[in-house]
């Protein structure tokens, strides 16, 4: 346990080892999220997929939800804006 963690900082020694190797403020940093290209994604290997789903016929089946201004959003989104 005292490799694992000493006062507050965890992972002790795995950042002994990269110490060596890295940059400290690489190390020491918050940690940071990363974007996904959904949209790109949306229009390039699943807008098949996403303009089935989006489709009037299948947002019109339940009746809760107002097809018109999804199919606007999902065009615009198509049209890069």
Do not use: N
Not at 9 to 37: C, M, N, S
Not at 52 to 60: E, T
């Amino acid at each position: 346990m005292r490799m694992k963690i000493r006062c507050v900082t965890g992972k002790w020694a795995l950042r002994q080892i990269l110490y060596r190797h890295i940059p400290g403020d690489l190390i020491e940093r918050p940690k940071a999220g990363f974007g996904v290209p959904i949209g790109d994604c949306f229009r390039g290997p699943l807008r098949d997929w996403a303009e089935d789903l989006l489709s009037v016929s299948k947002l019109g089946t339940d009746d809760l939800l107002d097809p018109a201004p999804i199919r606007q959003v999902w065009v615009e989104h198509l049209s890069g804006h």
